[in-house]
């Protein structure tokens, strides 16, 4: 059971809460103790897409944590909250609605590296504290601004027929929409609606690590000249894992109690599908696991999964025809 299980967070369970239900599953099962971990962390209120990583596969966790991550979500207009999503209190309020066209005009100047300011209610540490307990605390707490990189943002069209639209309790977003970085979940609204006021659009983004939705939902209303909150949050890709591999929970309780988690297990390599494969010779592997540095070998430079036959070895650096261990498994 080393792998990935990646699961279809519903709105309610915070992250912690889905790694305790995968233990549960485990124990269930009767398997062997082991390592789990998460690989980017959802907020109670958001759905989706949350990989878990089983045994040696959460070497890879943090590696999972800095991957881009894709996003559809919903911005209401008018009112915009302390915690900048449905869950927090009014602190701001306006009676201007932007139109469809307003809104597609407005998104390039969100698209590419941009700086924005994290929430106040976030888990990033102010003076060695969390932002979020600090401002529950009732303190004035200053974020500072970071660098992020938006790499693409659209208006996701709302449908009534198919289910697309994205469901707070875990509904479906197009999985064509999910295929890849550059590819957009649909086309644009239809031309004979781009010129009414909304209350409220979807939208959604693929974006860098240390990217917040909340804090682009507001900036995106304030540079429309109103306010407003994220109501729906759902991500739909994280890393290389789409919503298509996701299974519910109940689905995990179903496996887990039946001890079949092994048929939503994918290997550790799955969270590696960026990293070219460097294969070795038995000697060579032997070598590797004993932390040692090959010498001459004939391969590009940057990161590689070293495999010995089918088996993974050690996430290596190659530089200058030598390879060094960066993450070893022991498998």
């Known amino acids: 059971m080393n792998g990935w299980i990646i699961i279809d967070k519903p709105v309610g369970p915070g992250s912690t809460d889905v790694v305790s239900k995968v233990k549960r599953a485990l124990r269930a099962g009767g398997y062997p ?92 540490k102010v003076d060695g504290k969390r932002a979020y307990d600090r401002a529950r605390a009732g303190e004035t707490v200053e974020m500072k601004t970071r660098a992020v990189v938006v790499r693409s943002l659209g208006i996701l069209p709302i449908t009534d027929e198919e289910g697309d639209q994205p469901q707070a309790g ?13 590819t957009s979940f649909a086309g644009p609204p239809p031309p004979a609606s781009r010129g009414e006021d909304v209350e409220s659009v979807t939208l959604t983004a693929h974006v860098s ?12 209303a304030r540079a429309l000249g109103t306010v407003g909150h994220v109501t729906l949050l759902r991500r739909v890709k994280a890393g290389p894992f789409t919503l298509g591999v996701a299974i519910s929970l109940d689905k995990l309780s179903e496996l887990g109690h039946g001890a079949a988690l092994e048929q939503a297990l994918l290997p550790i390599e799955a969270g590696l599908d960026d990293i070219p494969a460097l294969n070795l010779t038995p000697d060579q592997a032997r070598l590797l696991r004993m932390g040692q540095v090959l010498a001459g070998i004939a391969a590009q430079p940057g990161l590689h999964l070293a495999r010995d036959g089918a088996v993974p070895v050690a996430l290596v650096e190659v530089t200058d025809r030598e390879v060094r261990v960066v993450r070893g498994f022991n498998l």
Do not use: N, W
């Not at 240390?210 to 900036?219: E, K, N, P, Q, V």
């Open 33 to 124: 103790k082991m390592k789990v971990g998460h690989g980017g962390t959802l907020d109670p209120l958001a759905s989706g897409v949350l990989p878990v990583a089983l045994g040696e596969a959460t070497k890879l966790a943090g590696r999972m944590l800095d991957s881009d991550k894709v996003y559809a979500f919903t911005v209401s207009f008018g009112v915009e909250t302390d915690t900048l999503d449905a869950e927090g209190v009014a602190v701001e309020t306006s009676d201007v609605r932007p139109t469809l066209a307003e809104v597609e005009a407005v998104l390039p100047r969100f698209t590419g590296p941009i700086e924005q300011v994290p929430p106040v209610y976030s888990a990033l």
């Open 170 to 182: 875990g509904g479906a977003v197009r999985s064509t929409g999910c295929a890849g970085p550059s």
């Open 209 to 220: 690590k240390g990217t917040y939705i909340r804090s682009l939902a507001r900036d995106i």
